[in-house]
T-cell receptor
């Protein structure tokens, strides 16, 4: 089955610790994205990558970092510099083009205590 | 700067009636629009899309209308069913420029029996 896998589904971390969220896709998509969802807000773009070894900041990149060493993988690190890290994180992938349509993973709920 | 806006946080509709969800955008470069449906603690799933060269796209019970002059699109669901209860996100992208989806805040649709 082709799809996007995010792990873990729930994650708890102590304040001040860095944490890395995993995202893997086997759809052979070139582009991958990280979004964050907070209650009452839409999906806000953190980082995106159009191709391996290249990525761009989204609207709320501060306190986050990413890497794109493989086409299939786009891990997101939430650093201690992120002031409000508790949120629902969504990874997505797509084929770049005029009819951009993203496929999403099931999300990771990160709670920082 | 909210480029895609869904001004109704919630909507309640009787089962069997029509549900109309609205979305406004400000960026005239957007040329492709999508609607996603999201259940709690899950990733959004694609519902329907429309290109800016069209003003209507239909798929079963779902129809999306695009009014480019007003920078407005709407999603019609007829007839509404209990399983349609979810949060609906409007999203937009521009072929020229950064290949990314910009999302609205979402509208929570509740279908009452």
């Amino acid at each position: 089955d082709g799809g996007i896998t995010q792990s873990p589904k729930y994650l708890f971390r102590k304040e001040g610790q860095n944490v890395t969220l995993s995202c893997e896709q086997n759809l052979n998509h070139d582009a991958m994205y990280w979004y964050r969802q907070d209650p009452g807000q839409g999906l806000r773009l953190i980082y995106y990558s159009q191709i391996v070894n290249d990525f761009q900041k989204g609207d709320i990149a501060e306190g986050y970092s990413v890497s794109r060493e493989k086409k299939e993988s786009f891990p997101l690190t939430v650093t201690s510099a992120q002031k409000n890290p508790t949120a629902f994180y969504l990874c997505a992938s797509s084929i770049p083009g005029s009819a951009l349509r993203a496929f999403f993973g099931q999300g990771t709920r990160l709670t920082v205590v | 700067d909210q480029q895609v806006k869904q001004n109704s946080p919630s909507l309640s509709v009787q089962e069997g009636r029509i549900s109309i969800l609205n979305c406004d955008y400000t960026n005239s470069m957007f040329d492709y629009f999508l609607w996603y449906k999201k259940y709690p603690a899950e990733g959004p799933t694609f519902l329907i899309s429309i290109s800016s060269i069209k003003d209507k796209n239909e798929d079963g019970r779902f129809t999306v209308f695009l009014n480019k002059s007003a920078k407005h699109l709407s999603l019609h669901i007829v007839p509404s069913q209990p399983g349609d209860s979810a949060v609906y996100f409007c999203a937009a992208s521009a072929y020229r420029g950064a290949q990314k989806l910009v999302f609205g805040q979402g509208t929570r649709l509740t279908i009452n029996p």
